[in-house]
């Protein structure tokens, strides 16, 4: 059972566009959706996150949407560059004192010259 | 700061034989997680503790899986008879504390290979 669904799986942006990756979740008991960044090699990093009482948060280029009602959000990284090159991880929790992560399927990203 | 390490980096065996992999979390962190990263299933959680207790097991694919954590510190994550399909990445992430308020640091991870 997939809970968390993430899409597109790849995802080619020039230089300077927008990349927009989705995810959609169905535990309406999440209540923390974290974004994380993955480099070849590495593990992930925590880039931005969310919890649903607001429906968007912005940190420098990247901005988080979320729809409670849809039960989507999306990341948008404004002005991308080609260090963002990476594999990004939408992720949902559902707090508490566990805390575990439920990941979607990851979304390559290559910002082109 | 340190950050998670794992060790070891790559880890190839041979199917049926058992191996243990470590994970050092940061220093003061209470919670300690494990995920397994691979092609097929993507990144999913193992197990997750809380000091030296493992609240939640419910991840563990099979009883040939198990951890401990001894000392509020150091992991081991011991797989038992290894098959083929436990070929993957292993994540181990630590916290502060557990719940959601707390980032989830992970480590480079260990690529176990069965032939």
């Known amino acids: 059972q997939q809970q968390v669904k993430q899409s597109p799986q790849s995802l080619i942006v020039q230089k300077g566009g927008i990349s927009i990756i989705n995810c959609a979740y169905e535990n309406t008991a999440f209540d923390y959706f974290p974004w994380y960044q993955q480099f070849p090699g590495k593990g992930p990093a925590l880039l931005i996150a969310i919890r649903p009482d607001v429906s968007e948060k912005k940190e420098g280029r990247f901005t988080i949407s979320f729809n409670k009602s849809a039960k989507q959000f999306s990341l948008h990284i404004m002005d991308s560059q080609p260090g963002d090159s990476a594999t990004y991880f939408c992720?949902?929790?559902?707090?508490?004192?566990?805390?575990?992560?439920?990941f979607g399927t990851g979304t390559r990203l290559q910002v082109t010259l | 700061g340190a950050g998670v390490s794992q060790s070891p980096s790559n880890k190839v065996t041979e199917k049926g034989k058992d191996v243990e992999l470590r994970c050092d979390p940061i220093?003061?962190?209470?919670?300690l997680y494990w995920y397994r990263q691979s092609l097929g299933q993507g990144l999913e959680f193992l197990i997750y503790?809380?000091?030296?207790?493992?609240?939640?097991k419910s991840g563990l694919p099979s009883d040939r899986f198990s951890a401990e954590r001894t000392g509020g510190s150091v992991s081991t994550l011991t797989i038992q008879r290894t098959q083929q399909e436990d070929s993957a990445v292993y994540l181990c992430?630590?916290?502060?504390?557990?719940?959601?308020?707390?980032?989830?640091?992970f480590g480079p991870g260990t690529r176990l290979t069965v032939t």
């Open positions: 992430a630590s916290s502060r504390s557990s719940g959601s308020s707390y980032e989830q640091y």
């Open positions: 992720a949902a929790s559902n707090g508490g004192t566990a805390s575990k992560l439920t």
């Open positions: 503790f809380q000091g030296n207790s493992a609240p939640d």
């Open positions: 220093s003061g962190h209470t919670a």
